[in-house]
């Protein structure tokens, strides 16, 4: 379809048969949400409207050079996966099974890009891993950036070899009682909910497991020069809940503290071992990626972040995200580079000004790519300060579904066209979002109406 005299190009669903999922045809414009959560009146409108002619001008987008599926969220559920894939015109369904697809010309040429938050939550975290392998496996570009629960479960694993500390005692726990199931399926998956030899008794495993009844005493001297007090008296609070509740979870899924142990030391072997089956994911997994003027990330900035990334770029920040996460995983969470897996922008996280914005902006970054704060309504576009936020975690498995008063699994792709436009895809938002910056501002200037487009023969 053309726009403006533009070509805007849609996706072709190959395999949708095979889904179950209804999946938009037809597009409208992309419309800027101005309002934000946790925050008061919008800023006025004179103000922003001049900001974003300035920000939407067609000459200060760069777009990247080949196109980017974006998938965020995925939370342990392949289906939404699979369904997701299809929706981006990158991959041809053509069965029933989970490996039953391939790649269209479209999916050979463009980068899929999982925005974090692969694991917890939703009904199978092995399956999704192996789901991910296969689009790996079939030689597509993929790649994978760091979510806030990606990195806790790995820390919580990894804290069961550190010596005792008030810095990571907590972090198996820490982890809460949305890691039970994935260590329920490790358990009946791998060692068929049996006891290995060496698994020490229950009391051993507790002490191993649980942080000491010091820890609430000794945390906040070592944390107080790193987490501000709000912070610091939040992440007490919620330990505390996590702690009192974590056995009973165990519990109620058929787990006992030795078998929960004997499940976390197998993760270490399947994650942590060179030759463990998903030793890959943590191994491909960045913190940022920057396509053109977009910054991919699963939450945020902060003034600092912005600074780092304009004095040395992405590539520099990415090496500093695998150095202080394996030497100092306490320094990562709790400072700037974890903010950037957690932010908010609420009170307790570090701040992202104006200032941090015009650092940012200033490196040729105009939009920030993010999952973390699920929509209902497929993905959103708000303006903070001078930058764009596509937020596109469409709300993808289905136990947040259910929680959210959703059916089945989500599907949902943010497809940003080296054409020179971007798509929203989601099936719980009845048009495809089509965001253009001549487009956008015409439409922020009054004028609306759909765009109607038969999906391309070819893809």
């Not at 095979?18 to 103000?47: F, I, M, N, S």
């Amino acid at each position: 379809m053309k726009l403006h005299g533009k070509r805007i190009h849609f996706p072709c669903y190959r395999g949708s048969e095979w889904l179950d999922a209804t999946l938009p045809g037809k597009g409208q414009p992309w419309v800027l949400r101005h309002d934000h959560p946790r925050r008061g009146k919008p800023p006025d409108p004179k103000t922003l409207a001049a900001e974003l002619r300035q920000g939407s001008a067609p000459n200060a987008w760069k777009w990247p050079a080949r196109t980017v599926y974006f998938l965020a969220d995925l939370h342990a559920d392949a289906d939404a996966l699979l369904s997701s894939l299809v929706a981006s015109g990158g991959v041809r369904k053509t069965g029933p099974r989970d490996a039953d697809f391939t790649l269209t010309k479209a999916g050979r040429r463009a980068r899929f890009l999982i925005g974090g938050d692969c694991l917890d939550k939703g009904p199978g975290n092995l399956r999704l891993l192996r789901a991910i392998r296969q689009l790996i496996d079939r030689q597509a570009r993929v790649s994978i950036l760091a979510g806030n629960h990606d990195v806790r479960i790995l820390m919580g694993m990894q804290s069961l070899d550190l010596p005792p500390d008030p810095r990571s005692d907590h972090w198996f726990v820490r982890m809460g009682p949305k890691v039970v199931p994935f260590l329920k399926e490790i358990s009946e998956q791998y060692l068929q909910n049996a006891i290995p030899e060496g698994i020490p008794a229950a009391d051993e495993c507790r002490r191993r497991l649980f942080p000491p009844p010091s820890w609430f005493r000794d945390f906040p001297q070592v944390a107080g020069s790193l987490m501000p007090e709000p912070m610091l008296e939040r992440e007490i609070k919620r330990l505390r809940g996590k702690l009192d509740h974590f056995e009973g979870h165990c519990s109620r899924a058929g787990l006992s503290l030795r078998q929960v142990y004997a499940a976390a030391r197998k993760w270490q072997e399947l994650f942590l071992h060179p030759q463990g089956e998903f030793y890959w994911f943590f191994e491909r997994m960045r913190l940022a990626r920057r396509e053109g003027s977009f910054l991919f990330i699963h939450a945020g900035l902060d003034n600092r972040i912005a600074q780092l990334i304009s004095d040395h770029g992405i590539k520099h920040l990415n090496r500093m995200y695998r150095a202080v996460l394996e030497k100092d995983p306490f320094s990562f969470y709790y400072g700037p580079l974890g903010n950037t897996i957690r932010t908010k922008y609420r009170s307790v996280d570090l701040p992202l000004t104006s200032h941090g914005i015009k650092r940012i902006r200033r490196c040729g970054i105009r939009a920030i790519a993010q999952g973390h704060v699920n929509q209902l309504q497929g993905q959103c576009i708000r303006y903070r300060k001078g930058l764009f936020n596509f937020i596109c975690d469409a709300t993808m498995d289905r136990n947040t579904r259910k929680a959210e008063g959703l059916k089945g699994h989500g599907t949902g792709v943010t497809i940003f066209h080296r054409k020179g436009h971007a798509l929203g895809i989601s099936n719980d938002y009845p048009y495809i979002k089509v965001f253009e910056p001549e487009t956008f501002m015409r439409h922020y200037h009054g004028e609306s109406g759909h765009l109607h487009s038969r999906q391309s023969r070819r893809n």
